[in-house]
């Protein structure tokens, strides 16, 4: 799973939330990624999760406030494109 300090790396969007907010994100992501299922991947879909759960934090939410950033959030935009290479879909007929 991706540590506080590949996060921090990753996303630099983030770097005035604090590193107690970050973490405490961080642990509900991991709690909303499946390993088995990501694989090598992991660590970038648990990245883009935590990301989104922190964009849409109070503490996003201000912050976009303050920026005048777009509403849309690249994070889910990606983790769904992340999703669809590693867990195919199955059709039944």
Known sequence: MMTLIAFR??????????????QAILDDAALRVDPRAFGKKIDI???LVAAHLLLNSP?????????????DDRHMQEYALLHRE?????FVI
């Open 45 to 47: 879909a648990h990245g």
């Open 9 to 22: 790396a990753r996303y630099p969007e983030f770097r005035t939330a604090s590193d107690e907010l970050v």
């Open 59 to 71: 503490y996003g939410r201000s912050q976009r406030l303050e920026s005048g950033e777009a509403e």
């Open 86 to 90: 590693c867990i195919p879909t199955i």
